[in-house]
């Protein structure tokens, strides 16, 4: 099993920066890939970020140039960098962590980022 908690959330001005946080616990060593999903009231949860264990970073095009995701594997950690938010940047933000070989994901509880015009 694996723990996952996010921090780093909270209400930001447009144009402003948070920088998420998620660690991991657990069985870290079965995870390779780790990322951020979001999930907006009244919409489905989309992927924002994800990097795997040797670097490699897919981003939606909604966030490119603006999010970046890194990872501290000593600290089993994952970060999303988040400048130039905007309004429809709301939504809860969900850690995620996808076992290597079952595939299985493993979700934190999310953290919330507002937005303000």
């Known amino acids: 099993q694996v723990q996952l908690v996010e921090s780093g959330g909270g209400l930001v001005q447009a144009g402003g920066s948070l920088r998420l946080s998620c660690a991991a616990s657990g069985s870290i060593f079965t995870i390779n890939a780790m990322g951020w999903y979001r999930q907006a009231p009244g919409k489905k949860r989309e992927l924002v970020a994800t990097?795997?264990?040797?670097?490699?970073?897919i981003y939606a095009d909604s966030v490119m140039g603006r999010f970046t995701i890194s990872r501290d594997d000593a600290d089993s950690t994952v970060y999303l960098q988040m400048n130039s938010l905007k309004p429809e940047d709301t939504a809860v933000y969900y850690c995620?962590?996808?076992?290597?070989?079952?595939?299985?994901?493993?979700w934190g509880r999310g953290t919330p980022v507002t937005v303000s015009s």
């Open positions: 990097i795997t264990s040797g670097g490699s970073a």
């Open positions: 995620n962590a996808r076992a290597v070989m079952s595939a299985y994901d493993y």
